[in-house]
């Protein structure tokens, strides 16, 4: 069977095209710059990779140069696009309703419309991506995977805020979570590596990106995540707060007359790593500049790593135990620095690393960074939200 996976952002398109029989990747891409300009980045598995400047009006412009693609002679991998099998879409949000992986009908994009005002900013691309779909492959089963769906057991008392309840019941203002098809695939890695089932055991992931979230995994299931309402919420991240006293929103627009428009750039765009070193938001330039002795971004990285530990003592709490910690994504499976300051006086809670594996690990693949007779395990996991989404896809396109 092939899938082809859809990842679509407001001015971007990301696809994989896999081939589930080897478990592999044909080809990949990534367009953007879509509406304003367009470029192509194409790679076929085991070729060079095909870079063009081309005019992507829309996503479905962008969707109908990949398909030419993907069949091309020179850089394609299947000969007609009927070989594709099925589409899975990356939604962000499914709102309440959407509580797992969905075949897309007509009534799923209709309420996916009605919940853009929650997602505003990556609501739109995601339906411009499966309307372009459903016109350019008409036959074709189309799949919607969401961030949110692990999170569909959250209890009510940690995903309903303590403002007045009519802002839950009536603006569905609530702890929704992100990133949600990463940590599933992880901890289910995780259980994997560690050989015993996952209903078994209490895992903390940590997804360390440009965005970042922590997610409590109890027996298989996300009982608790450190993003809310928006990816706004949790721990710092590179150029996003994450969780700060609300007042500070207010305060800011009394007193320096900021709008709301102004504070939230100000929260997302310029906060987190970029704001406290003022250096950058990239982890590996912040962690260098804090080796050579630069104050702010010392304290930036500081910040991160003290809120990753607090999340990770939170969430032992709430599943009253731990079994195993997975670091994943960009900085979680690079940045030794980071897992180090972070496992470092954990021994109260059975987190202990060998720091030596943990420096040189391997890239790539999952390792575990556990010290030898440690209570907990800690393992590095590569994730592969792609897959996970062409898994879904599958196993719904075959029913
Ligand atoms: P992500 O959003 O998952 O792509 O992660 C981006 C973050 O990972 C940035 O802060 C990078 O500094 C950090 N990072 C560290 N090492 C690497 C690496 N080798 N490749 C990609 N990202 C890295």
Redesign the pocket.
Known sequence: MKILVLNAGSSSLKYQLFNMESSSVLAKGTCERIGAGGTITHKKTGAEPLFEEIALNDHGVALARVLELLISAEYGVISSIDEIDAVGHRVAHGGEQLKKSTVVTESVIKYLETIVPINPLHGPPAIAGIKACMKLMPTVTQVTVFDTSFYSNIEDFRYVYPIPYEFYEKDRIRRYGFHGTSHRYVSAELAKCLGKPIEELKIITCH????SSITAVDGGVAIDTSMGFTPQEGIAM?TRSGSIDPTVVTYLMKTKGYTAEEVEDILNKKSG?LGISGLS?????VSEAAANGDERATLAIKILTNGIKKHIGAYAAEMNGLDAVVFT???G???WNIREKVCRDMEYLGIEIDEDKNRNFTRGIPFDISKEGARVATWIIPTDEEYMIALDTQVLASK
């Open positions: 360390l990106g440009n965005g590179g790593l938001n990239d982890c590996r330039n994504a960009g900085i499976e690079n940045q």
